[in-house]
């Protein structure tokens, strides 16, 4: 069983930087395509962003793409989400997932998540 822990939410005001982290546990993080999504209140869960197993390929919402970048580090189990031009509308729960096989935007396509962390950007 996988575990997924997010982590590097917060408040900041309209135009500022976070990272968020997630880190696995109970699995080969190698092996897994890994991806973010985010819900805010009232909607639903959005796609944002996927990375393949090796980082090579990637693939963003039309909205993010010169705002965040993904990335991983193998080495530690861990997938990073860079938000840089932060805006009021990115405000939301942040998730990661995992899933087997290719990067696809499909929710429903990826077998374990975490918890969410919260993001929340004032103007």
């Known amino acids: 069983q996988v575990h997924l822990v997010e982590s590097g939410g917060g408040l900041v005001q309209a135009g500022a930087s976070l990272r968020l982290s997630c880190t696995t546990s109970?699995?080969?993080?190698?092996?897994?395509?890994m991806a973010w999504f985010r819900q805010a209140p009232g909607k639903e869960r959005e796609f944002i962003t996927t990375?393949?197993?090796?980082?090579?390929?990637?693939d963003y919402m039309d909205s993010v793409k010169d705002r965040f970048t993904v990335s991983r580090d193998n080495a530690k189990n861990t997938v990073y989400l860079q938000m840089n031009m932060l805006k009021p509308e990115d405000t939301a729960v942040y998730y990661c997932?995992?899933?087997?096989?290719?990067?696809?935007?499909?929710?429903?396509?990826?077998?374990?998540w975490g918890q969410g962390t919260q993001v929340t950007v004032s103007s």
């Open positions: 109970g699995g080969t993080f190698s092996s897994y395509s």
């Open positions: 997932a995992a899933k087997t096989g290719v990067v696809t935007q499909a929710r429903g396509s990826y077998n374990y």
């Open positions: 990375i393949s197993r090796s980082g090579r390929t990637t």
